[in-house]
C-alpha cells in the first residue's frame, strides 16, 4: 500500500511537470504556427493542447485515488478518466484532417519557423523522459489512465520529430510542401495510437 502511494505520488510529480511543458509547448508552437503559416506547427500546437487536458483528468484521478475513495467509487472514476483520455486522443484526427484540407484547399504555403524549430528540439529531448516515466509508474501501480497518457506523451514526441525534420528541411532548402508531408506522418501516427488506445481501455 506504502508502494502504491508513492507511485501514485511520483506519478502526479511526473503529471505536474507535463502540464508545465505542455503549456509551453502548446502556446509556442500554436504561436509560431499561426506566424509562419506551418499547418504542422498548428497541429503539433493541437496535440499539445489536447495533452494538456488529457494531463488535468489524469492528475484529478490521481488526486482521487491519493485521497482513498472506496474501491467502487474508484472503479467508476477509472473507467470515466481512461475514456476521457481515449477520446481527447481520437479528437486529433479530425482536428488535424480539417486543418490539413483547409490549408491545402486555401494553397497556403507554410514558411519555417526558427522558434519552431526550437520547440521541437526541445520536445524530442523532454517528451521521451514524460512517456517513459508515465509508461513505467502506470504499469507499476496498475494505473491505465497514467498509460494511455504516456501514449499521448509518445505521440507527441514522433510528432516532435516529424516536425523538427519538416521545419529543418524547409528551413535549410525551402521547400514548403514538407509542411504537408509533415502534417501527413503525424495524422497516420496518430490514428494508429488512438486505435491502439480504444483497444486498451475496451480490453481493461
Excluded at 501514485?8 to 504561436?31: D, K
Excluded at 484532417?97 to 483547409?102: K, N, T
Excluded at 521545419?167 to 532548402?173: D, E, G, P, R, S
Aim: with cysteine; net charge negative; aromatic share 10%.
Amino acid at each position: 500500500m506504502v508502494t502504491d502511494v508513492k507511485l501514485l505520488q511520483r506519478g502526479l510529480f511526473v503529471e505536474y511537470a507535463s502540464l508545465a511543458w505542455m503549456t509551453v509547448e502548446c502556446v509556442v508552437a500554436i504561436y509560431s504556427g499561426m506566424t509562419a503559416w506551418s499547418l504542422a506547427l498548428l497541429a503539433f500546437g493541437g496535440d499539445s493542447l489536447i495533452e494538456l487536458l488529457s494531463s488535468f483528468a489524469v492528475v484529478e484521478h490521481l488526486r482521487t485515488s491519493l485521497r482513498g475513495r472506496s474501491r467502487s467509487t474508484a472503479h467508476v472514476e477509472t473507467k470515466r478518466v481512461e475514456w476521457v483520455t481515449t477520446l481527447l486522443l481520437v479528437s486529433l484526427i479530425p482536428v488535424i484532417g480539417l486543418a490539413a484540407a483547409y490549408s491545402f484547399l486555401s494553397g497556403i504555403k507554410p514558411e519555417s519557423s526558427l522558434l519552431g524549430i526550437a520547440v521541437a528540439i526541445a520536445a524530442v529531448v523532454i517528451m521521451p523522459v514524460l512517456w517513459f516515466e508515465k509508461k513505467r509508474i502506470g504499469i507499476a501501480a496498475d494505473c491505465l489512465p497514467l498509460t494511455i497518457d504516456a501514449v499521448e506523451s509518445a505521440t507527441c514526441f514522433w510528432m516532435a520529430t516529424a516536425l523538427l525534420s519538416g521545419l529543418a528541411m524547409n528551413y535549410v532548402w525551402r521547400i514548403s510542401w514538407i509542411d504537408y508531408l509533415a502534417t501527413l506522418v503525424i495524422l497516420v501516427f496518430v490514428a494508429r495510437e488512438a486505435g491502439e488506445s480504444i483497444s486498451e481501455v475496451r480490453e481493461g
